[in-house]
């Protein structure tokens, strides 16, 4: 049985981006499973259910349990590194690389090299992907999940004090003209719309649509675009993602 594992930063990265191909996949057999390296300690909180770091945190893991049941994968043992400085953390390589080594996957789903919208934990978590992957004696296949060019404009333009003076990333390089490989994820929108909800702590009036600015999620639950990180991987992937089709009716 294939397994594949997605890193994401915080909870309900995970929701957005890669929920409809871990419902596929789960749906034929995979084994998925799901870290967030941060426990999300320093969201707002919509739902007036934690109001200290600590409870925050333990409600977030919480949340990404319900999420993964809904997709069918499992919640892995977060780190629980500081949400807000993953690049500052010495210790983020080597959770990574222990998370990695410890799941063992045939596929690594994380975040793209623009962070969806250019979030520092985001970019932080890209890059301790890449070089633990790339210390790897035997890496896994890795994709990098994308989205169209400028789509996530406006929450670059919502999350703009934290993305650094000048960001990281510029808006036009966010999100890529054309994939390498696209996931039409109709057959599990619900799945992954259901995923979004169990995360209500980060949604204002418990809205699913609402954790973004207009029109993102809709745009969300058609299909998931994936970079490849490594050409020579393109044969072993195009067949892995031929198991993960055949669940779409």
């Given at each position: 049985m294939?397994?594949?594992l997605?890193?994401?930063?915080?909870?309900?990265d995970?929701?957005y981006?890669?929920a409809g191909?871990?419902?596929?996949?789960?749906r034929?057999?995979?084994s998925?499973?799901?870290i967030?390296?941060?426990?999300?300690e320093?969201?707002?909180?919509h739902?007036g259910a934690?109001?200290d770091?600590?409870a925050l945190?333990?409600?977030r893991l919480?949340?990404?349990a319900?999420?993964?049941a809904v997709?069918?994968?499992?919640?892995?043992?977060?780190p629980?590194?500081?949400d807000?400085g993953?690049a500052?953390?010495?210790?983020?390589?080597d959770?990574?690389?222990?998370?990695?080594?410890?799941a063992?996957?045939?596929l690594?789903?994380t975040l793209?090299p623009?962070?969806?919208?250019?979030h520092?934990d985001?970019?932080?978590?890209h890059?301790?992907?890449?070089?633990?992957?790339?210390a790897?004696p035997?890496p896994?296949?890795?994709l990098?999940?994308a989205?169209?060019?400028?789509?996530?404009?406006?929450?670059y333009?919502?999350c703009?004090?934290i993305l650094?003076?000048?960001?990281?990333?510029?808006p036009?390089?966010?999100?890529?003209?054309?994939?390498?490989?696209?996931i039409?994820?109709?057959a599990?929108a619900d799945r992954?719309l259901a995923?979004l909800?169990?995360?209500?702590s980060q949604?204002?009036g418990g809205?699913?649509?609402?954790?973004?600015?207009p029109?993102?999620v809709?745009?969300l639950?058609r299909?998931?675009?994936f970079l490849?990180?490594?050409?020579a991987?393109m044969?072993r992937v195009?067949?892995l993602?031929?198991?993960i089709e055949a669940a779409c009716?």
């Amino acid at each position: 049985m294939p397994r594949i594992l997605a890193l994401v930063p915080h909870p309900d990265d995970e929701a957005y981006s890669v929920a409809g191909t871990l419902a596929l996949a789960a749906r034929v057999g995979w084994s998925c499973t799901v870290i967030a390296v941060s426990a999300g300690e320093a969201g707002q909180c919509h739902n007036g259910a934690a109001a200290d770091p600590a409870a925050l945190a333990d409600l977030r893991l919480a949340e990404l349990a319900r999420s993964c049941a809904v997709l069918g994968a499992e919640a892995g043992p977060s780190p629980r590194l500081p949400d807000g400085g993953l690049a500052r953390d010495p210790r983020l390589s080597d959770a990574v690389a222990a998370a990695i080594r410890a799941a063992a996957p045939d596929l690594l789903l994380t975040l793209g090299p623009d962070g969806a919208y250019g979030h520092p934990d985001h970019l932080a978590l890209h890059r301790a992907v890449v070089a633990a992957v790339e210390a790897a004696p035997a890496p896994p296949a890795v994709l990098f999940a994308a989205f169209p060019s400028g789509l996530f404009r406006p929450q670059y333009d919502l999350c703009r004090p934290i993305l650094g003076d000048p960001p990281a990333v510029a808006p036009a390089d966010l999100g890529v003209e054309r994939p390498d490989f696209r996931i039409p994820i109709a057959a599990v929108a619900d799945r992954k719309l259901a995923a979004l909800a169990a995360h209500a702590s980060q949604l204002p009036g418990g809205d699913p649509a609402a954790i973004f600015p207009p029109g993102i999620v809709p745009a969300l639950l058609r299909d998931e675009w994936f970079l490849l990180r490594c050409p020579a991987d393109m044969a072993r992937v195009a067949r892995l993602l031929l198991d993960i089709e055949a669940a779409c009716p």
